[in-house]
């Protein structure tokens, strides 16, 4: 039984005391293949570091996180790019448009999303698509720029069951982590509804760990926590969860 942590910033300084504890536990736990997306021009060489301590685990993304853009976008995008096609990345991440912390950077964040697509398709990798609040917004600028040969995962998706359609028929994966676990969730319905076919594991770790790990640090390892309550809604086994997943992250990323 493999896992796969589709999204996972193993890099930033909560885990600077305990990287290697964390990354054995999570072999222990059967995690052993672990997509680690960029936030931005600051985050660029710790995420080199760590993944090149287990390359044959940890598979970096290189992007600008929509929280990260500023005025200077232009030249932000500039030191991501120059990094895009000087080492190996399997994916364009973080990106996509985040409207619940500002939304008066819309345009901007909208400028810069729609660049990096760009790259994706150039390069032809994946994207990692973070979309708080702005799922709708999101599908409307794949539709109205027309990037159509687009592909990736909805990160940490929390749309509802017409978005969730929406988002396959064009060829999307959607992530799934830690929140299906929340009592306030509305994922396990969403499960029940469109199933695991077209469904990736994430962690965000370190942030939105599940239950019973709430307000506590987030970690890869706990994949299987997630992937066992995916199996009880859906009904299958942990290792059918595994095995899906998995395949689903290999037609992503191409690894």
Sequence with gaps: M?????????????FDS?????????????????????????????LKNKCELYPEMCFPMIG??????????????????????????????????????????????????????????KYNLPVSIHTREATEQVIEIIKSEKLFELSGVFHCFSGNEEQAKTVIEMGFYI???????????????????????KIVLETDSPYLPPEPY???????????????KIANISEKSINEVALITTNNSKNIFGV
Excluded at 20 to 43: G, H, L, M
Excluded at 179 to 196: A, E, M, V, W
Aim: glycine share 6%; aromatic share 12%.
């Design 2 to 14: 493999i896992f796969t942590d589709t999204h996972a910033h193993i890099y930033v300084e909560e």
């Design 18 to 46: 305990d990287f290697e504890n964390c990354i054995n536990r999570s072999i222990q736990n059967d995690v052993k293949r672990i997509f680690v997306p960029n936030i931005d021009e600051t985050t660029i060489n710790l």
């Design 64 to 121: 600008l996180h929509p929280c990260s853009v500023k005025q200077n976008w232009e030249a932000q995008l500039k030191i991501i790019f120059d990094e895009l096609i000087s080492y190996k990345y399997y994916g364009i991440g973080e990106v996509g448009i985040d409207l619940y912390w500002d939304k008066s950077t819309f345009q901007i964040q909208k400028n810069v999303f729609i660049e990096q697509a760009k790259w994706a398709i």
């Design 175 to 197: 992530g799934i982590g830690g929140t299906i676990t929340y009592k306030k969730s509305t994922l396990p319905d969403l499960i029940k509804k469109i199933g695991i076919d």
């Design 214 to 228: 709430r307000g506590k640090r987030n970690e890869t390892s706990y994949i299987s926590v997630i992937a066992q």
